[in-house]
């Protein structure tokens, strides 16, 4: 189950801005760390073939996350 | 001249020293083998499991030394390993000279990301330089980058380099001698309120204890304490400091975390600096169509293609592995084997032989024999880490693993250890997060390596019924499949074990970049197998050498003058017995010289041509065959006798009631504790045990003889539940000397491998155990 309005329940090829980092202190300071903080644009490129984890496009790398992890980043949906 | 000895064990000439520092995937380890060539030394810190890398380059000036500090994405220590990068900047490492420069690596094509950990070294009163990495790569994408605005924006001089063609190398180099002369003022970034005075009290805190710290405090490291919490910085700082520092700190932390997170507020401090940084110096135009990386992702992570490509490239390695390295293997034996047969020729029977050929060269050529698998597997995984294939594997196994507690990139680890445990171990390297690269330590001897091969087919191909069941399966096949099964069942709840109470409060965190595809580079994959190999050699050459000689000495002594006086009497006795025979040939066949030596008689005789001399020929061959025969099996039983007087046979005995519940009896107690250096050892052991010489896991006699072994009440010692138990033992024990020491260099201390033998031994003993007493059950 993905909570809707999170990172992880966004589709393959959709594009957000992150509102809010949640998450335990360390993943939270980890995603902070590597760009996934509020105010940020981010596409979801694909997911693995077994559903998990995501690779999301995020300032211009590739960053792969599971599904649970990104439960934690509180995203608006942006359209096209 | 004094004879006081320099600080910094640097050479005389010595420019200085450098620390490279970096994101992972940047290419700074191609910048720090360009750097410095391929002479480097690797340094490994206590209690963690990460390393640096050493290496010189002479220039113009003198001599300059290069520390390449293990890839990161930012200064904060939530775990020893990260802790060492700050640490080593800070020169605060035992055994790594202080940098008097540090050298950041910046890729170009993510520069926000990559700036992110330059903006916290340059936060240090620290002179530094940025090597501008992929400069290339970003220009085709439609990234440039105006390193004159970039320079002028951090305060610390921009190279653009491309290290595989040694492009700007001599500039860089350069640049670093002439910052390290100069004061930098460092970095300032404009933190919330809240953030800053929580580190300026925090400093004032540690300046006021900096003589029981040890260490003069700075900002960064007040920011690093405020903003991560607890680790092993918060825990070295309490210790020295005290309790009361503590509660004062956690006031401080609490007061200034109130609106937002510390990490928040240093995050959005950081990148909000690094938009205006990079906003000042970077022009992107946007590309139409798509990169290499992307169009070749569209491939290898695809659904399908993607399944396909991974089950191919891990059939190729776990072939190459078991399969392609065996010729090798087999020639490692054999040469190992010719030079132990050639000393033993040239000396006498004694002592120094039995350790020469025994103990020195059977035990480390034992360990030796890996070297090939070791090298293949590091080769290919040498070669998909730098094509960016392993991101992409753990990517697309992740999930599974995940299952396990474990994360995708341990796949390849564990998949190896079928091989060898040894390189799985070592593989283990690529992992990341520290809980899950321990976890996978731990996990990889459960899985069934090659040295259990021979105890199985010993133990199948002599008990196991050769039939089939349900028409189509083997039994026996059923039974070795069933054996790797085992180690893969045991790991499941060992993994889950492990993470609850040896690595507390830990959740497998995944967080993996997913780099470009970039071509290997040859050398770099040179340089990784001649340094893997070599401390692999070094290792066989020292630890897991003494532990050979020790239990060789166990087998070896004490020489039972009894047994020996008995033997050579027996031997005596045999040639006696041949004497006699063919004097009564000579008698028998009427020959002349009847008062000579029956033996030259014979032997004259024989070279003849006549019906006489074929006669005596064939009574002299029976008669030395007989002789042979009986020598062959003298030395087979004193073998065995002596063996069973040593101390080790002792140890066996000593420990009979306590393998006796598993079926054993104190010959299998003895000949596993015997392979306690490697696995395979207990054919050989077992063999001599039961008088038999030469020997291994194929002999239709050692099968026989396992066969018609009778325990003192005269019953068959082993049966089929015997058999199942001494491999239900070898499937799960850490009989090896090599994957323990391995561990031990992997994990920076004794408390794993000491972990893992107590833990393995105790659930082989379980296992076995149960195996034996239910297979028994079902017996009668």
Redesign the interface.
Same mark, same amino acid.
């Given at each position: 189950m993905t909570t809707p309005g999170t990172l992880a329940a966004l589709s393959v090829g959709a594009r957000a801005r992150v509102i809010e980092?949640g998450g $335990? #202190? %360390?993943?939270?300071?980890?995603?902070? #760390?590597?760009?996934v903080?509020?105010g940020?644009e981010l596409k979801v490129v694909?997911t693995?073939?077994?559903? $998990?984890?995501l690779?999301v496009q995020v300032?211009?790398?590739?960053?792969?996350? %599971?599904r649970s #992890?990104a439960e934690v980043v509180r995203i608006e949906a942006l359209s096209e | 001249m004094s004879s006081q000895p320099s600080a910094v064990r640097t050479p005389a000439e010595s420019v200085g020293v450098f620390a490279l520092l970096g994101n992972p995937n940047t290419g700074k380890s191609t910048l720090f083998g360009a750097l410095t060539g391929v002479r480097q030394k690797v340094a490994n810190f206590p209690g963690v499991t990460v390393e640096a890398k050493l290496g010189q380059r002479t220039t113009a000036r003198g001599s300059s030394t290069f520390i390449d500090l293990p890839g990161t994405y930012s200064l904060a220590a939530r775990s020893p390993d990260e802790r060492v990068a700050l640490q080593a900047l800070l020169g605060r490492l035992e055994g790594i000279p202080a940098p008097h420069g540090v050298l950041i690596v910046v890729d170009a094509t993510s520069l926000d990301r990559n700036l992110y950990l330059a903006s916290q070294v340059l936060e240090l009163d620290l002179p530094a330089v940025v090597a501008l990495t992929m400069v290339d790569v970003a220009e085709r994408r439609g990234i440039e980058i105006d390193v004159e605005q970039l320079s002028e924006a951090l305060g610390a001089p921009v190279v653009p380099v491309n290290a595989p063609r040694g492009e700007g190398l001599e500039e860089l180099v350069a640049a670093l001698e002439a910052v390290a002369e100069q004061a930098r003022p460092p970095l300032v970034i404009s933190y919330a309120e809240e953030l800053r005075h929580a580190v300026d009290t925090v400093l004032a805190e540690l300046e006021s204890g900096a003589e029981r710290l040890g260490w003069t405090p700075c900002r960064s490291d007040a920011l690093r304490l405020v903003v991560d919490g607890d680790g092993p910085f918060l825990s070295e700082v309490e210790e020295r400091l005290g309790g009361d520092f503590l509660s004062r700190y956690r006031s401080i932390r609490e007061s200034a975390s109130q609106e937002r997170a510390p990490s928040l507020i240093e995050a959005q401090a950081r990148y909000g600096q690094i938009a205006l940084w990079s906003r000042g110096c970077r022009r992107v135009t946007e590309q139409t169509g798509t990169t290499w990386t992307e169009r070749i992702d569209g491939v290898l992570t695809h659904k399908l293609w993607g399944s396909l490509t991974f089950v191919v490239v891990m059939g190729l390695l776990f072939q190459s592995i078991f399969a392609w390295s065996s010729p090798l293997m087999d020639g490692i034996e054999s040469l190992f084997g010719a030079l132990g047969g050639w000393i033993g020729a040239g000396l006498p029977e004694g002592p120094l032989r039995g350790l020469l050929v025994d103990g020195i060269i059977g035990g480390v050529g034992g360990v030796v024999v890996f070297l090939p698998q070791i090298l293949i597997l590091f080769c290919f995984i040498a070669v998909l880490e730098d094509l960016g294939y392993m991101t992409r594997a753990a990517f697309l196994m992740d999930n599974l693993m995940a299952k396990f507690s474990l994360s995708g990139r341990s796949f390849i680890p564990l998949l190896s250890s079928f091989a060898c445990a040894v390189p799985g171990i070592m593989g283990a390297r690529v992992i990341e997060d520290r809980a899950t690269r321990l976890t996978t330590i731990f996990l990889a001897p459960f899985m069934s390596c090659s040295a259990r091969l021979p105890v199985y087919t010993l133990m199948i191909g002599a008990f196991v019924p050769a039939r089939t069941v349900w028409g189509f399966l083997e039994l026996q096949g059923i039974v070795l499949f069933a054996m790797y099964f085992v180690g893969i069942a045991a790991a499941v709840p060992t993994a889950w074990l492990v993470q609850r109470f040896w690595l507390k409060g830990h959740r497998s965190a995944f967080l993996l970049e997913l780099p470009s595809y970039k071509m290997p580079r040859i050398k770099a994959v040179a340089l990784t197998l001649w340094q893997r190999g070599g401390a692999f050699v070094r290792r066989a050459g020292t630890i897991i050498l003494a532990v050979s000689i020790v239990v060789w000495a166990l087998a070896y002594f004490p020489r039972s003058e009894t047994v020996l006086e008995r033997f050579e009497t027996s031997r005596e006795q045999a040639r006696e017995t041949y004497r006699s025979s063919l004097a009564t040939s000579v008698q028998e066949l009427g020959l002349p010289g009847r008062e000579g030596d029956p033996e030259t008689v014979m032997e004259e005789t024989a070279a003849a041509e006549s019906d006489q001399a074929d006669r005596a020929r064939v009574r002299l061959k029976a008669a030395r065959d007989n002789l042979d025969g009986r020598l062959v099996q003298l030395d087979g039983d004193e073998q065995g006798e002596l063996l069973a007087t040593s101390y080790l046979g002792r140890a066996g005995r000593l420990i009979e009631p306590i393998v006796e519940p598993l079926g054993w009896d104190w010959r299998i107690g003895m000949a596993t504790l015997a392979s306690f250096p490697a696995r395979e050892v207990i054919v050989a052991t077992l063999g001599t045990i039961f008088h038999l010489s030469d020997v291994d896991e194929e002999s239709e006699s050692l099968r026989d003889v396992l066969r018609d072994a009778k325990r003192p009440d005269g019953g068959p010692l082993f049966t089929l539940a015997t058999g199942l138990s001494v491999m239900i033992f070898f499937a799960l024990c850490a009989q090896c000397a090599a994957t323990l020491a391995t561990m031990r260099r992997e994990t920076a201390s004794w408390r794993w491998p000491l972990l893992s033998f107590a833990y393995m031994t105790s659930l082989a003993y379980l296992a076995a155990f149960a195996v034996y007493q239910i297979a028994r059950a079902a017996e009668s």
């Open positions: 980092v $335990d #202190e %360390r993943l939270q300071q980890r995603l902070l #760390e590597l760009g903080l509020p940020i694909r693995a073939p077994l559903g $998990d984890p690779e300032m211009g790398y590739s960053l792969s996350l %599971r #992890e | -």
